[in-house]
């Protein structure tokens, strides 16, 4: 999804592995990440910068209500992307499947009857939509991406 938000914000004028790449480190692969400046490190942690200067991060905030707070990890890469003026995006709602359009959703799912509430767990939504669909989502979220990507149209607000 990020590969087409940048494709629809940039008008197809940049591309990935020339302008850009995508690294993808989800869930407690998060703690193995820093945007410290590049140096002498422990081997299991993955350097931001040395994939590019030009840091941008999107992190699924992972909460179950407005009230609730993003962890210390997450804090953490919030406070080293933006001390090197990059940008970092911690959703509002819990995660970023939870942005997805009815219309996007449909392509897919034809009976959904609404959008992913903001804060649902994304997973659960889909297993109300369809018997096991989350479960599938979950085993092979590339799969689910490449079905939905060509019907999103929009860049979501942040």
């Keep these: 999804m990020p590969n087409r938000w940048i494709e629809l914000f940039a008008d197809g004028g940049l591309k990935e592995g020339t302008h850009y790449q995508c690294v993808f480190y989800g869930g407690r692969l998060l703690a193995h990440l820093s945007a410290d400046v590049p140096g002498p490190t422990a081997e299991e942690i993955v350097q931001i910068l040395r994939v590019n200067r030009n840091a941008m991060v999107l992190i699924d ?20 992307i ?26 897919k799912f034809p009976l959904a009857a609404s959008a992913p ?28 991406a490449e079905t939905i990507i060509p019907a999103i149209e929009v860049v979501p607000v942040i």
């Design 61 to 80: 905030s992972d909460k179950a209500t407005s009230r609730d707070d993003i962890n210390e990890t997450k804090k953490r890469i919030v406070s080293e």
């Design 117 to 144: 509430p903001q804060f649902s767990d994304f997973v659960a939504y889909l297993d109300s939509i369809e018997l096991d669909a989350g479960k599938r989502f979950a085993r092979n979220k590339v799969l689910f």
């Design 82 to 107: 933006t001390a090197l003026e990059g940008v970092a995006w911690v959703t509002a709602g819990r995660e970023v499947e939870n942005y997805l359009p009815l219309e996007v959703i449909r392509t």
